[in-house]
C-alpha cells in the first residue's frame, strides 16, 4: 500500500475540494434551513463523475474504488458540505448491487446510482436489536403461489428513506433445512404499499432525515433480493466495511472542517498582546486534533486499500479500527473548535456549535464506540467476550 497518495488521488482531492468550496457552508447551511437534500450539490457531483467513482465502468461508474469514494466524501466534508447519503447510496447499495446483483439489478441500479438520478437509502437497525444485528427480525417468506417476498418488520432510525428511491432492507429468511434464520437483502421501493416510514425528530442540523419504518406484509417481486439467499453475512459485510470506510470519511471531513474555522479564527482573535492562537493553551490541542485526524486518515486510507485489493477479512479489522479513530479524532477537533471560539462558538453565525451532536453521530453510527473495541478486544487481542 502506497503511504504517499498517488498524483491521481491528490488531483481528485483538488478537484472535489473546489467543487466544495464552490456551494461552500453558507449554501449546505441554507438547504437545512429550508428542509431539503442538498440536491444541487448531489446532482453536480454526480454530473463530474464523484458520486460513482467506485462503480463499475460497463454500469457507467468510475471504475475506482472506496479509496476513491472516500476522497470525494472527505473533502466534501473539509469544505462544509458532507452528504450523508453517500455513505449510504454508492458506498453500501452500489457496491452490494455490483459484487452481488443480477445482471438486471445492476442495469436497472448502477447507471442511476452512479449519475444521480436515483438514490437508495440502507435498513438494518431495528428497535429491538440495535447493536446487536443478529437479532434482527424482519422477516421474509416466499408466497408459494406467486414466488413474491413477503416481509415483515420494523425498522428504525434509517437516513433518507423519503428521498431515496428505495431502500437495501436487511430481512432474514428461513433456511429450509435448518429452520434457522439467515440475513438477505431485498430491494424496496419507496411507495410499495405496506412500507410506511415515520420521521423521527433529530437534534441534528442535517439534510438528510431518519425514519422508524413499519413493513406489515410488503409485498415484493421475486428479483428483489439482492445477491444469493445462502450467501448470508458475507454479502452483508461487502456492504458494511464501506459504510465504516465511509463514515471515518465523513468524521474526518467534518473535523478537518471544524478544525479549519478555528484555526483561521485563532489567527486572528486578539484579547491581549498577540493572537489567541499563539498561547499554547489554544494552539496545541489543536495540532493534536490535526495529528488525531491525519492519524486517523492513514487507517482510513489502509482500509480501503485492503478492501479495494478484495481483503473482506483484513478491511474488516481496520475498517473498524478506521471508524473509531476517526470518530474520536472528530469529536475532540469540534470540541476544541468550538472551544478556541469562546462565546462565538455558540453562536449560530459561526456555525460550530451545531457540529457537536453532528460529530457525535459518527461516535453512534453505524456501530458504536464500544462495539468496536468489543470487535478488537474479541478479533484482534482474542480476549473473552461478556455479551
Ligand atoms: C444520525 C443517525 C443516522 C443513522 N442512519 C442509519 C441508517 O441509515 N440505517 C440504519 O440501519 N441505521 C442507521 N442508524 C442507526 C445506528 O446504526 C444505530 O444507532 C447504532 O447501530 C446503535 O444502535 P442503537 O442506537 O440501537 O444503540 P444500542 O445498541 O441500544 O446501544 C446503546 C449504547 O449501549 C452500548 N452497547 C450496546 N451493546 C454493548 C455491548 N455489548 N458492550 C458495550 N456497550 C454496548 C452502545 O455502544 C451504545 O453506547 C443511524 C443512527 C443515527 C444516530
Known sequence: MPVIESEEHKALRTAVSALGHKYGRAYFTRTVEEDRPATELWAEAAKLGYLGVNLPEEHGGGGGGISELSIVLEELGAAGCPLLLMVVSPAICG????????????????????????????GITEPDAGSNSHRITTTARRDPATGDWILTGRKVFVSGVDIADATLIVGRTEDARTGRLKPCLFIVPRDTPGFQRHRIDMELNAAEKQFELVLDDVRLPADALVGDEDAGLLQLFAGLNPERIMTAAFAIGMGRFALARAV??????????????SHQAIAHPLAQAHIDLELAR?????????????????AGEAANMAKYAAAEACVKAVDQAVHTLGGNGLTREFGLAQLITAARVSRIAPVSREMILNYVSHQTLGLPKSY
Open 95 to 122: 457496491t452490494v448491487i455490483a459484487r452481488f446483483g443480477t445482471e438486471e439489478q445492476k442495469r436497472a441500479w448502477l447507471p442511476a446510482l452512479a449519475d444521480g438520478t436515483r438514490t437508495m437509502a440502507f
Open 264 to 277: 483561521e479564527y485563532a489567527r486572528d482573535r486578539t484579547v491581549w498582546k498577540a493572537p489567541i492562537g
Open 298 to 314: 492513514l487507517m482510513m486510507q489502509k482500509a480501503a486499500h485492503l478492501y479495494d485489493a478484495g481483503d473482506d477479512i483484513g
